[in-house]
């Protein structure tokens, strides 16, 4: 059986494509960068105040049909008091808990949900439940960081999927323990919002950036002229005019649909478990030149037989013999330099194309890190 053994790794083998198409986008024209598109405010930032709070729950999914949890004590406890709260006082040691499930749900409740809203629902299985599949979550209230109760939660789940199986094969898709109820949580207490402070609110950007304040006060003074100002790399704050004082609201909605051309810096992001390649459009490579061979060298051992001829003694005997046959091969290196600055923003593409694997790609990435030659933030995931 042949076994390979690379002297050099695999990087070597995929950093000539690298050049490549490096190369092959330092030959292009240049040709000038497209107006980049403006985004609307409310895309990017938020007004502070203005936010969404988390919610949690403990409750219970019954009618698994026999696939529920294996008769865990909090689970037969909870059993036992939401039968307590119609009267009825169990044992809790000869309770069944097979076509029930304790489960986590979770919410988030957006600003401005007023008593009677509808919230979505995740819910998910905390015992050793196998699927959740045509269950019913029973009443839950969903409380928030501060221990107040602001919605409740009840209805028929959805997993998505299905888990079946028997005779000692199964099928699962998806993930049956989790699941999910859309509207399935009423709010019951509306969460306050205050968005201003006296005649000022501030708008807070999703990812501060310095360049992206100074965009955005300068897009607002072009229709409200001294009415805001960058408090720091992340925070605007803005003055209400005499001309809103009594509709605060419409004065919000015209400022959260200004444009504004977004700062994107340059990132190179690589996630080795998915494949996935992200590079913005100012990346850039410096020029440097990459080193491209293989020197790979094949060991192949193969078994025969040794069978005694005639004139020999009577105690001889056929015994096994290994042959080793070793060969190298050294393909050419080459050295191949380029002076241009060209962008990478095909690069994950192109390496996709020769079949480069996604720890081959970041390899590359990390080696051209290294040498200075990539102007990014690189981030492996």
Do not use: W
């Not at 030959?27 to 000038?32: I, T, V």
């Not at 051992?301 to 080793?324: D, E, G, I, R």
């Amino acid at each position: 059986m042949n076994v390979p053994t690379p002297h050099r790794s695999a990087l070597h083998r995929l950093l000539l494509a690298v050049v490549t198409v490096l190369a092959a986008a330092a030959l292009l024209s240049p040709r000038a960068e497209a107006q980049t598109a403006g985004v609307r405010l409310r895309d990017i930032a938020f007004l502070h105040g203005a936010r969404g709070n988390q919610l949690m729950g403990y409750g219970l999914v019954s009618g698994i049909a026999g696939d529920g949890d294996k008769d865990p004590n909090y689970t037969r406890q909870s059993i036992a008091n939401v039968m307590r709260r119609f009267g009825i006082n169990l044992d809790v040691q000869r309770l069944s808990s097979k076509n029930v499930a304790a489960v986590f749900v979770t919410a988030e409740i957006p600003p401005f949900a007023r008593s009677g809203s509808k919230i979505d629902i995740q819910v998910s299985t905390m015992g050793d439940a196998k699927t959740l599949q045509g269950g019913i979550l029973l009443q839950t209230p969903l409380m928030g960081a501060d221990g107040q109760v602001y919605a409740v939660a009840q209805g028929a789940v959805s997993i998505g999927g299905f888990s079946a199986g028997g005779g000692g094969a199964s099928v699962t898709k998806n993930h049956p323990t989790s699941a999910q109820i859309i509207g399935g949580a009423l709010v019951e207490r509306p969460i306050p919002v205050t968005l201003l402070d006296g005649n000022s609110m501030k708008m807070i950007l999703n990812e501060p950036d310095f360049t992206m304040a100074a965009r955005t006060v300068e897009a607002i003074h072009r229709k409200f002229p001294d009415t805001c100002k960058a408090l720091d790399g992340g925070t605007i704050s803005l003055e209400l005019p005499d001309q809103y004082q009594a509709n605060p609201v419409e004065f919000i909605a015209q400022v959260q649909a200004i444009e504004v051309i977004p700062d994107t810096a340059a990132r190179v992001i690589l996630n080795e478990k998915t494949g996935t390649i992200v590079a913005t459009a100012r990346v850039r490579v410096n020029s440097c030149a990459i080193a491209h061979g293989n020197l790979i060298v094949s060991v192949a051992q193969s078994q025969t037989v040794s069978q005694p001829n005639a004139f020999a003694p009577t105690n001889a005997s056929t015994v096994a013999v290994t042959n080793a046959d070793v060969n190298v091969t050294e393909q050419k290196a080459g050295l191949i330099p380029f002076a241009e600055m060209p962008t990478v923003e095909r690069v994950a593409a192109a390496l996709n194309a020769v079949g480069a694997t996604p720890r081959d790609i970041v390899a590359i990435f990390q080696a051209l890190k290294q040498s200075g030659a990539l102007q990014a933030e690189l981030l492996v995931r």
